[in-house]
């Protein structure tokens, strides 16, 4: 089931946040010291691919507060109002409500991508 709902999440627009993701990852790997945040955005991207059967983890290390501080400012919140809309969009109609779920889900991610672990679900 999660593989079908993965084909048509990427088909009726996955692709935007993924696009979105490699992209900004893409910019901070231009820099030497951009490349971690970088190698970040290319993991929830291939997770923004195909986000059935798979949840997020968060820490609350101090660490990770910091650098998720500095990403909100210089990239998180455009990813995440991003994924909102589009989360809004979705729960407009029923059958849409399971791909809005996901965008709310990822736009968390985009606030504070840092200290978080992607595992499977069941």
Known sequence: MNLLMNIIWFILGGFIPFLSWGFIGILWSLTIVGIP???????????SAAPF???VAFSGSGASFLINIVWMIVGGIALAIEEVVLGVIFCLTI???PFGLQHFKHAKLALMPFGARIYRTA
């Open 95 to 97: 059958i849409g409500i």
């Open 53 to 55: 059967g798979k949840d």
């Open 37 to 47: 945040v970088g190698l970040q955005c290319f993991k929830f991207a291939k997770m």
